[in-house]
Structures are given as structure tokens and as C-alpha cells.
């Protein structure tokens, strides 16, 4: 699979992780499939990890003015 991650959402980011997690629970895979999927495990946990981190951001940066109303902060 040498799909772009940068096209995938973060739901089916994880849904093909989960999906590789159970593969390789199951022990059904021969050896280089294994690796094969590991490498694209440890690929899409990066991406999900690196796109957490970019929602956190922007949540952190939403604030509460003085009147109540929420704005976002700029993250220049």
C-alpha cells in the first residue's frame, strides 16, 4: 500500500489501523505480510497521532471573550 496518508480522514485513518491490529492479533498473516502491515500500522498511528495533536491545537486556541462569545485565537 503506498497510499498518501495526507488523503485519508482521521476516521479511516484508524479504521484501517484497527483493522491491521486485528490481522495481526489473529496470527494468521505469513511473516512478510506481517511486516508488511506493521509498517503501514506504525504509518497510519503517526498520521492519527500527528492529526490528534493538530485538533488539539485547535481547540486550545478557541478562547472565551469578555462578552461570553467564542472566537478563535490565531495560531501565527
Do not use: H, P
Not at 497510499?3 to 492479533?25: P, T
Not at 496470527?27 to 497510519?44: K, T
Request: charged share 30%; hydrophobic share 40%.
Amino acid at each position: 500500500m503506498t497510499e498518501d496518508l495526507s488523503q485519508l480522514s482521521f476516521e479511516d485513518a484508524l479504521a484501517q489501523l484497527e483493522e491491521i491490529v486485528r490481522q495481526l492479533e489473529g496470527g494468521q498473516l505469513r511473516l512478510q505480510d506481517a511486516i508488511a502491515s506493521y509498517e503501514r500500522g506504525a504509518a497510519l498511528r503517526r498520521y492519527c497521532d500527528t492529526k490528534l495533536n493538530e485538533a488539539d491545537a485547535r481547540v486550545q486556541a478557541i478562547i472565551q471573550r469578555a462578552d461570553g462569545a467564542l472566537e478563535t485565537k490565531s495560531m501565527d
